[in-house]
């Protein structure tokens, strides 16, 4: 779907290093992605829609680009993302696992339909396993060993927001895949970390600015920040040494209603 890659950014440690990001059609993903490609990354972009990829990766003129149709939740998508990405670029250094959905808002527990409680599972819990047991199977076997998988949870993964059920289980869910995942890729040079993020401005979070369900009840407005800077933390994660590993970052707008907050 991409043209032969073309080295773009400037000339760093990283020029040569290999990305793959998931949901990287828009939001977070597409906004680590693209900081990924001016560094000189180049990057795999995986998402459902092709076109949105695409548009990801002309807005980095001459970047090394590689665009995958992928649902995460489906295991031969995820085997297919990997090897075009390995046969395109040799090898993979970084997963970004950033794929997930929030699911059906304002959705009282007792009234969540079990086909959107799934939806959320096998996209959010099951699609960041399958990314990081490609990504971990391929860091293993390749030469230079290793590489680093950096999931993206939520600060819902630590304190819940009314009627996330589905979408606060997951994120829970994923900081134990993390931490296994961690404890597991020692041997092999495989590092992994997770970054919890609190009101990115995206088009997900865009009804916090006119006002969110808080836990006593009212609607109020919420603080968002940059999602560039959200992107500049991954990028900082992504490019330590295997030999350093950032576990655990909380990334929010300052003003959010979190500490203390329920």
């Known amino acids: 779907m991409a043209g032969p890659p073309v080295r773009c950014g400037p000339m760093n440690a990283k020029e040569n290093a290999i990305a793959v990001v998931t949901g990287a059609g828009s939001g977070i993903g597409r906004a680590v992605a693209v900081e990924l490609l001016r560094a000189g990354w180049s990057v795999a972009l995986a ?19 590689l665009a995958v149709r992928t649902d995460v939740s489906r295991p031969e998508d995820v085997t297919a993302l990997f090897a075009a990405t390995v046969e ?18 304002g959705v009282p527990v007792e009234e969540l339909p079990y086909e959107a409680w799934r939806h959320v599972v096998d996209t959010n819990l099951n699609g960041a396993f399958l990314c990081a047991q490609a990504a971990y199977r391929q860091m293993k076997e390749q030469e230079p060993q290793g590489g680093r998988i950096i999931n993206n949870g939520s600060i819902s993964a630590h304190t819940p927001r009314p009627h996330s059920v589905a979408y ?42 006119t006002g969110a369900l808080q836990a006593n009840g009212e609607t109020a407005p919420e603080p968002v920040m940059d999602v560039a800077d959200v992107a500049r933390t991954v990028r900082h994660m992504a490019e ?23």
């Open 47 to 65: 998402g459902r829609r092709a076109e949105t990829l695409e548009e990801t990766a002309a807005l980095v003129p001459g970047g090394a680009a």
């Open 88 to 105: 395109r670029f040799g090898r993979v250094d970084l997963l970004f696992n950033n794929a997930g959905t929030f699911g059906p808002g």
């Open 168 to 209: 606060t289980a997951t994120k829970h869910a994923l900081t134990g895949l993390t931490k296994s995942l961690s404890l597991d890729g020692r041997p092999y040079r495989i590092a992994v970390g997770q970054i919890d993020i609190g009101n990115a401005a995206t088009d997900m979070t865009a009804r916090m600015q």
């Open 240 to 262: 330590l040494p295997l030999e350093a590993n950032v576990q655990f970052a909380t990334v929010l707008a300052t003003a959010m209603p979190y500490v203390g907050r329920g």
